[in-house]
Structure formats: structure tokens, C-alpha cells
């Protein structure tokens, strides 16, 4: 091994542990903060904030393209070596989004506005509370897009232990919004997006000073290169086709849900999306980490380091995820029941179901990754993107089609739509970075479905034989994450991939080697 890749090795190892740090305690504060938001809120103005918040959402794709073009750009070019360019890059990107985010309020206040107040489904003596909930998420969406140039200066410099600590204050802050709710008597839903407007405004100040007092060198100049701002729009184009397909179908499913049984189905899915959000960001801390070196090796022309890292990031991503989510889809409904004061029908089938999309959807991400490195997005966003929108449509088929509508319906299509989706992310990578589906399927496929499926065997058996009570979930739930790490390490594994996790964790290596 080079000492350049094991420099990167270990820069990788370092910042996957700050953001491990980072997200545990988001992680907790989250739950707790939901919880309390939920009971505070009620389940009707809880249930509002989330498919009201979900129009706007529905305009971020515009960001959300901009932003992993910004990020591939920035990081492309530190990869070369280049300062100037990635200067010009940022400079670039501030602009862009300054634009997209008065394109966002046009729409916000224009077709979005138009949306809300003649198709959603809101209670008339809630509907003022609602417009004020529909405007401040158009101003928080607007302070969050102009927040993407500097959270892409610091997370392409792998300055994560500062990504982290602007996530840990975050996190302080919105334990004060809890508290505001629960001490100040104003109406509740409007106070809280306002707070939540206010802790976003924070934020974009607080990443803006870092950045302009770390990053010295790169500062804002008016676009003189554009031909690199064509590149950028060129790749911002054709990502906005794929971020559409992902938000539009996540949101539009939100709606349907909304139009079909109303609010309360809507908290639902909300309190399953709080953990299932939870679950996913501890687990793709690691792909953080990874994303930035796939672009530098591409970048660098070490391909073959970066399918490694391909491999790795698939395969540790889904070990990550299934360590979490195997007790979790055993016990959701005591987790819930712990978890929360009142428990919103549907919300245990709602997570088990999202849990499983979840892991689905993370096992693209690595080839998305990749994709963006190459550069040629076209093909591979109008795919994949198109495949993600068709969730609309059959998820509106599928309740026209039954005489009494089952919400849980609108999962189920969702993970057939997550299976065809990895299928073609897999074909269309293939030649852009000359990637082997016979080693992909070995070091990735196979590996992940033999853990998944033995380590599933035991726990099960003891769900199924104990009896429902607190003391059966801490079993299962012990049972469950020891299965799935024993598996992992026999079977999961590679010999050379065993020998250095368990050089990291000496009473494991004991434990491993007596047996």
C-alpha cells in the first residue's frame, strides 16, 4: 500500500469517527426533540408542518442538483492540485445559488402557493397557522441554498470535525426551540417554524464565517471563467433531473398520502421519517467520509483505488444500516411505544417498510458517487431520475385500484421502484468507469444478502418465541446486533478486512479467535 492511500485511508478512518461523534448526539436530540414537538404540537399541526414543509421541499431539487454540482467541482478541482480553480469553482457556485434561490421564492409564492391553498388537506381553523408555516419554510429553504457554496468548502477540505461541531450547535439550538414550545404559550405551529427559520439563519452565519476565516484563499469573484460555468450548469442540469426524481417522488407520495387519508396519516409517516432520517445519517457518516477521496482517485486518475472504495462504501454502508435496522424492524412497535407519548396509526408499518427502502437506496449512493466523478451524468440522471418520478404515478394506481385504500401500499411500491432503480445504476455505471459487475456482485451482492439472511435466523426465532414485553425487546434487541456483527465478521468480510477491524478492537479479536 502507497503511503498516499494510506494517508487517505486514514483520513477517512478520522473523519468517519467525527462524524459518528457528530451524528450520535443529533441522533439522540432528534428523537427526543421529535417527541416532544409531536406531543406538544398534536398530531393534526404536527402532521401539517410535515406535507406543508414538503411543498417547498418539492422546489429544492433545483438546489439539490446545484449543490452536488458544486461539491463534485470543488472537490475535482483540490484533487488536481488546482487552488485557482477550486476559487473559481466557489465563486461559481455563490452566484448560481443566489439565483436558484429567487427562482425557488418565485415558484414558492407563484405554482407552490396555488398547490397549497386549493389541494392540501388542512383543517379550515388551522389554515392560517398553515400559510404562516407555507412562507417561513420558503425563507428557510432560501437560507439553506445559499448555505451550500461553504458547506461544500468544508466538507470537499474534509474539515469534519468542523462539519461536526456546526452540527452539534445545531443541535443545542433546537433543543432551545423544544423548550420555547413547551414555556411560551403563542400558537405552537407558528412558533415553531419560525424558530425553525431562525436556527437555519444561524447556521448559514455561522458557515460563512468559518469559511471565509479558514479558507483564506478562496474568496468571491464575479464569473470571468465560463467555461467552467457551463460545465457546472451542464452537470447541475442533468442532476436536477435525478434530485427531481428523488425529492418529487418522496414529496409527491407525501401528498397523495395527504389527499387519500389526511393529516394524521401524514404525522404518521412523519414519526416514522424522524427515525428512519436518524438511522440513515448515523450509518452514512462513513459515505460521507468516502465520497470526497472517490472524486480525488477519479480525479488523480487512480481508478482502481476508487472502485475499492466503491466496494467498501457499498458493502460497510449496508453493515452500518442492517446493524441498526434488524432490531429496530423486530421491535418498532415497543421502540415507538417508548419513544413517544401516543403513537399515530400506521407509523410502526410506516418505519418498517421505510427502513427497508432506506437500505435499498443506500447501496445507489456509492454509484452515484461514482457517476459524478466520471462527470458524464446525461444518460445515468435521465434514468434513474425517470425511473425514481414513476413512484407518482404507481403509487396513484395502486389506491385506485383498491376499493378501500391501504396506505402502507404507497411503500411497497416504493421498493419495487428502489430495486428497478439500483438495476439500472449498475448498467449505466459500468462503462463510465470501466466498473466489473462480476466483482461488484462478488465483493458487494453476495456479501450483503448472506449476512442479511443468516444473521436474520436467530433473531427472529426469539421474537417470535418471547413474550411482548420491555424485557423481550432489550433481548432482541442484544440478540439482533450481536448476530448481525458475528456475521458480518465471519462471512461479510474478507480476510484482510476481518484481520484490520479486529486489530482495532482487541477483546473482539480474543472473543474471535477462542472460537
Not at 44 to 61: A, M
Not at 102 to 112: C, D, K, P
Not at 263 to 268: F, G, R
Not at 428 to 442: D, E
Amino acid at each position: 500500500m502507497s503511503n498516499q492511500t494510506s494517508d487517505n485511508n486514514k483520513r477517512i478512518a478520522k473523519n468517519t469517527a467525527y462524524l459518528y461523534l457528530r451524528q450520535i448526539l443529533v441522533m439522540a436530540v432528534a428523537l427526543y426533540t421529535s417527541r416532544v414537538v409531536l406531543a406538544t404540537l398534536g398530531e393534526t399541526d404536527y402532521g401539517i408542518y410535515n406535507v406543508v414543509g414538503g411543498i417547498v421541499t418539492l422546489f429544492t431539487f433545483l438546489n439539490f442538483a446545484m449543490g452536488c454540482a458544486t461539491n463534485r467541482f470543488i472537490t475535482f478541482e483540490l484533487g488536481k492540485g488546482d487552488n485557482h480553480g477550486v476559487n473559481v469553482a466557489f465563486s461559481n457556485a455563490v452566484v448560481i445559488h443566489a439565483i436558484i434561490a429567487v427562482i425557488i421564492l418565485i415558484l414558492g409564492e407563484t405554482l407552490g402557493l396555488y398547490f397549497f391553498k386549493t389541494q392540501m388537506n388542512i383543517p379550515a381553523d388551522r389554515m392560517y397557522a398553515a400559510g404562516w408555516v407555507y412562507q417561513l419554510s420558503i425563507f428557510t429553504c432560501m437560507v439553506n441554498i445559499l448555505s451550500v457554496p461553504y458547506n461544500a468548502l468544508i466538507t470537499s477540505h474534509e474539515k469534519m470535525n468542523a462539519y461536526a461541531i456546526i452540527s452539534i450547535l445545531e443541535t443545542v439550538l433546537k433543543l432551545v426551540i423544544v423548550w420555547m414550545l413547551v414555556v411560551f404559550s403563542y400558537d405552537k405551529l407558528i412558533l415553531y417554524a419560525v424558530l425553525m427559520f431562525t436556527v437555519g439563519l444561524i447556521i448559514r452565519i455561522v458557515n460563512q464565517v468559518y469559511s471565509s476565516k479558514t479558507f483564506k484563499n478562496v474568496h468571491f469573484l464575479w464569473p470571468k471563467d465560463w467555461k467552467m460555468l457551463k460545465e457546472m450548469l451542464t452537470f447541475a442540469m442533468w442532476s436536477l433531473v435525478g434530485s427531481a426524481g428523488v425529492i418529487m417522488a418522496d414529496q409527491g407520495q407525501n401528498i397523495l398520502l395527504n389527499m387519500y387519508f389526511g393529516p394524521a396519516v401524514n404525522a404518521a409517516r412523519g414519526v416514522a421519517t424522524q427515525v428512519k432520517t436518524a438511522v440513515v445519517n448515523l450509518s452514512n457518516n462513513f459515505g460521507q467520509a468516502v465520497a470526497p477521496q472517490i472524486n480525488k482517485s477519479f480525479a488523480g486518475g487512480n481508478v482502481e483505488y476508487m472502485h475499492t472504495l466503491i466496494f467498501a462504501m457499498s458493502k460497510y454502508t449496508f453493515f452500518l444500516l442492517f446493524i441498526m435496522i434488524l432490531p429496530i424492524c423486530l421491535e418498532a412497535k415497543t421502540l415507538l411505544s417508548i419513544w413517544l407519548v401516543d403513537v399515530p396509526a400506521h407509523s410502526v408499518m410506516f418505519l418498517q417498510l421505510m427502513l427497508v427502502i432506506s437500505i435499498l437506496t443506500a447501496l445507489g449512493q456509492p454509484l452515484s458517487n461514482a457517476a459524478g466523478a466520471n462527470g458524464k451524468i446525461r444518460n445515468f440522471q435521465i434514468l434513474v431520475g425517470g425511473i425514481n418520478l414513476m413512484l407518482i404515478p404507481l403509487t396513484w394506481i395502486v389506491f385506485k385500484l383498491q376499493d378501500k385504500p391501504i396506505p402502507e401500499w404507497a411503500f411497497y411500491a416504493h421498493i419495487f421502484i428502489c430495486i428497478i432503480a439500483q438495476a439500472a445504476r449498475l448498467i449505466l455505471v459500468k462503462p463510465l468507469i470501466n466498473l466489473s459487475l462480476r466483482k461488484y456482485a462478488q465483493q458487494v451482492c453476495v456479501p450483503c444478502l448472506t449476512v442479511t439472511v443468516m444473521s436474520s435466523i436467530i433473531p427472529v426465532i426469539v421474537k417470535v418465541l418471547l413474550p411482548e414485553n420491555i424485557m423481550s425487546f432489550f433481548v432482541v434487541v442484544i440478540v439482533s446486533v450481536t448476530s448481525v456483527c458475528v456475521f458480518v465478521l465471519s462471512v461479510g468480510m474478507r480476510a484482510h478486512e476481518r484481520q484490520v477491524v479486529l486489530s482495532k478492537m482487541p477483546i473482539i479479536k480474543k472473543l474471535y479467535d477462542r472460537n
